[in-house]
């Protein structure tokens, strides 16, 4: 079994050659190389997923995640599109152009308006941090009145003379 690095360019081109002569159905998932374009105009433009990728070192604690593109010399996609994980690399251009149009708009509105209403609010935020943040001081908390405070003293004067009565006995 070959692994990527022990391929030359010249054993690349003829697998793609024999997976363009090859009399039965063949799926090939990879990714996105400069290799596999003979198959994409024999066979139209792959269909893609993105995955995670599970031997990548995580990033802030999370996994990275990488295009996986699928070739076929049959018609795939009704049986992988039926539960939803696949994305031709068309649609996913269109949706990534369309959310980047979507943040220049926002951006857009922001300066034109100066409004700021659009960016999240960060989570949340202590009174203190929030009086600071308005130069205002932060709101004391307030205590038991003094008659509190003298019912509690006494409760606490009743249970210590029934706790050295208890150790008299």
């Given at each position: 079994m ?5 391929w030359?360019?010249?054993?690349y ?17 990879e ?11 024999r ?15 995580p ?13 076929a ?8 599109f039926?539960?939803?994980?696949f ?25 034109l ?14 009174k203190a ?5 308005k ?20 409760a ?14």
């Amino acid at each position: 079994m070959y692994t990527y690095d022990a391929w030359k360019n010249e054993e690349y081109r003829e697998f793609i050659q024999v997976l363009i002569r090859a009399p039965f159905k063949w799926i090939l998932s990879e990714s996105d190389l400069d290799f596999y374009a003979p198959l994409t105009r024999r066979f139209g433009p792959p269909l893609e997923k993105i995955v995670r990728w599970h031997s990548s070192p995580p990033v802030d604690g999370k996994r990275r995640f990488y295009r996986e593109l699928f070739w076929a010399n049959y018609d795939i996609r009704e049986r992988l599109f039926q539960g939803g994980w696949f994305m031709d690399v068309h649609r996913l251009k269109v949706i990534e152009s369309l959310r980047e149009e979507i943040a220049q708009r926002e951006e857009t509105i922001r300066m034109l308006t100066g409004d700021d209403r659009i960016q999240k609010r960060p989570p949340h935020r202590s009174k203190a941090e929030l009086a600071a943040k308005k130069d205002a001081p932060a709101k004391k908390r307030k205590g038991p009145s003094a008659a509190g405070r003298k019912r509690i003293a006494a409760a606490q004067k009743l249970r210590w003379k029934k706790l050295k009565d208890a150790a008299k006995k």
